[in-house]
């Protein structure tokens, strides 16, 4: 197992905190609670592994309204800062409903 994919492991920890708490906030939660469809994809090979590896605690619902696509970005060669950038399409109208990131600092897991 390489390096990336023991960082998978502290970004999904990280990820999944992180969700709990995005998820309950009024202005996001009608997006977080009705996802019918999730898609991840990285933007280099780093990224790619976080892509595959990387496990949220987010449930998709066969009623759901809204597409969910996670693009994750390596900010540095070694792989120790990650943005997630979290976009939200409805299903219906194909229309981008809501766009944040997030930045997570995987260099506190290795000090």
Do not use: C
């Amino acid at each position: 197992m390489d390096s990336s994919t023991y960082r998978a492991k502290e970004l999904t920890d990280l990820i999944q905190t992180d969700i709990s708490e995005l998820q309950e906030r009024p202005e996001l939660k009608k997006f977080f609670h009705n996802i019918k469809q999730v898609s991840a994809i990285g933007s280099d090979d780093v990224a790619q592994v976080w892509a595959h590896f990387v496990r949220s605690n987010l449930k998709p619902q066969n009623s759901g309204s809204y597409k969910l696509e996670l693009f994750y970005i390596s900010q540095n060669d070694n792989g120790l800062k990650a943005i997630v950038q979290y976009h939200f399409i409805d299903l219906n109208t194909g229309d981008s409903v809501e766009e944040f990131a997030r930045y997570y600092d995987l260099k506190v897991f290795y000090d």
